[in-house]
């Protein structure tokens, strides 16, 4: 449980977590991939 409190947010959200550098990537991706295309629908709604 001690191992739970040192992770980020991002990395308690994901359940197969990859501790390498390019884990970390493959998530930041995938989140940020998808918080684009929150934002898009977001803008095209407004219109």
Avoid at 31 to 42: E, G, H, P, Q, V
């Amino acid at each position: 449980m001690a191992d739970n409190n040192k992770l980020k947010d991002y990395e308690k959200n994901m359940t197969t977590w990859c501790k390498s550098v390019l884990g970390k990537y493959r998530i930041m991706k995938k989140l940020n991939k998808d918080a684009y295309k929150k934002s898009i629908r977001s803008k095209k709604d407004t219109d």
